[in-house]
Protein backbone atom coordinates (compact mmCIF):
# COMPACT_ATOMS: atom_id res chain seq x y z
CA UNK A 1 0.00 0.00 0.00
CA UNK A 2 0.87 3.07 -1.36
CA UNK A 3 0.39 6.12 1.39
CA UNK A 4 1.23 9.97 0.44
CA UNK A 5 0.84 13.14 2.26
CA UNK A 6 0.61 16.33 0.66
CA UNK A 7 0.09 20.20 2.32
CA UNK A 8 -0.88 22.94 0.43
CA UNK A 9 -1.63 26.61 1.24
CA UNK A 10 -4.97 27.90 -0.40
CA UNK A 11 -6.48 31.42 -1.15
CA UNK A 12 -8.99 30.58 1.89
CA UNK A 13 -12.06 28.62 3.24
CA UNK A 14 -14.45 27.07 1.23
CA UNK A 15 -17.93 28.42 1.80
CA UNK A 16 -20.17 26.47 3.80
CA UNK A 17 -21.39 25.05 7.22
CA UNK A 18 -21.05 21.31 6.82
CA UNK A 19 -18.35 20.04 9.02
CA UNK A 20 -17.47 16.57 7.05
CA UNK A 21 -18.77 14.50 4.03
CA UNK A 22 -18.14 11.44 2.41
CA UNK A 23 -18.14 10.57 -1.87
CA UNK A 24 -17.60 7.86 -3.60
CA UNK A 25 -17.11 4.08 -2.90
CA UNK A 26 -13.57 2.51 -2.68
CA UNK A 27 -15.05 -1.25 -3.12
CA UNK A 28 -16.15 -0.70 -6.95
CA UNK A 29 -12.49 0.09 -8.16
CA UNK A 30 -13.09 3.59 -7.81
CA UNK A 31 -12.34 6.00 -4.67
CA UNK A 32 -13.73 7.34 -1.39
CA UNK A 33 -12.84 11.33 -0.33
CA UNK A 34 -13.45 11.95 3.20
CA UNK A 35 -13.61 15.85 3.63
CA UNK A 36 -13.44 17.59 6.90
CA UNK A 37 -13.29 20.89 7.59
CA UNK A 38 -10.94 20.60 10.70
CA UNK A 39 -7.33 22.83 9.62
CA UNK A 40 -6.82 26.44 9.25
CA UNK A 41 -8.80 28.35 6.87
CA UNK A 42 -5.81 28.49 4.43
CA UNK A 43 -4.23 25.17 4.70
CA UNK A 44 -5.47 22.11 2.75
CA UNK A 45 -3.74 18.46 3.88
CA UNK A 46 -4.36 15.56 1.77
CA UNK A 47 -3.68 11.89 2.87
CA UNK A 48 -3.75 9.29 -0.03
CA UNK A 49 -3.77 5.22 -0.01
CA UNK A 50 -3.31 3.60 -3.06
CA UNK A 51 -2.47 0.16 -3.71
CA UNK A 52 -1.21 1.52 -6.92
CA UNK A 53 2.93 2.25 -6.58
CA UNK A 54 4.90 4.43 -8.94
CA UNK A 55 2.30 7.04 -9.61
CA UNK A 56 2.97 9.48 -6.91
CA UNK A 57 3.83 12.50 -9.59
CA UNK A 58 0.21 12.18 -11.39
CA UNK A 59 -0.93 12.29 -8.04
CA UNK A 60 0.75 15.30 -6.68
CA UNK A 61 -0.57 16.90 -10.50
CA UNK A 62 -4.18 16.12 -9.67
CA UNK A 63 -3.96 17.06 -6.10
CA UNK A 64 -2.61 20.58 -6.86
CA UNK A 65 -4.54 21.31 -10.25
CA UNK A 66 -7.91 20.69 -7.66
CA UNK A 67 -6.25 22.96 -4.93
CA UNK A 68 -5.86 25.66 -7.32
CA UNK A 69 -8.78 25.35 -8.42
CA UNK A 70 -11.38 24.87 -5.96
CA UNK A 71 -9.28 26.52 -2.76
CA UNK A 72 -10.47 23.84 -0.40
CA UNK A 73 -8.79 25.71 2.49
CA UNK A 74 -9.45 24.51 6.16
CA UNK A 75 -9.92 21.01 4.51
CA UNK A 76 -7.91 17.97 5.65
CA UNK A 77 -8.97 15.48 3.14
CA UNK A 78 -8.74 11.56 3.11
CA UNK A 79 -8.41 9.77 -0.17
CA UNK A 80 -8.76 5.62 0.08
CA UNK A 81 -8.30 4.70 -4.04
CA UNK A 82 -9.15 1.16 -5.66
CA UNK A 83 -7.41 2.08 -8.68
CA UNK A 84 -9.47 4.68 -10.10
CA UNK A 85 -8.30 6.52 -13.16
CA UNK A 86 -7.13 10.65 -12.84
CA UNK A 87 -10.57 11.99 -14.38
CA UNK A 88 -12.23 10.33 -11.41
CA UNK A 89 -9.98 11.39 -8.47
CA UNK A 90 -10.38 14.59 -9.93
CA UNK A 91 -14.33 14.56 -10.12
CA UNK A 92 -15.10 12.87 -6.77
CA UNK A 93 -12.69 16.04 -5.11
CA UNK A 94 -15.07 18.37 -6.57
CA UNK A 95 -17.62 16.51 -5.79
CA UNK A 96 -16.75 16.68 -2.02
CA UNK A 97 -16.18 20.42 -2.00
CA UNK A 98 -19.58 20.99 -3.44
CA UNK A 99 -21.20 18.75 -1.29
CA UNK A 100 -19.21 20.80 1.74
CA UNK A 101 -20.62 24.12 -0.09
CA UNK A 102 -23.99 22.77 0.08
CA UNK A 103 -24.02 20.91 3.65
CA UNK A 104 -25.49 21.61 6.62
CA UNK A 105 -23.76 20.75 10.27
Known amino acids: MENLKLRFTTRGPIPGTARSTIVGVVASGNLEVLLERVLDQNECAV ?38 RPDTVALRLMQGVRTMEAGDE
Open 47 to 84: EIATPVRGYDDVWKAVVADFVERASPGGMRISINDGGA
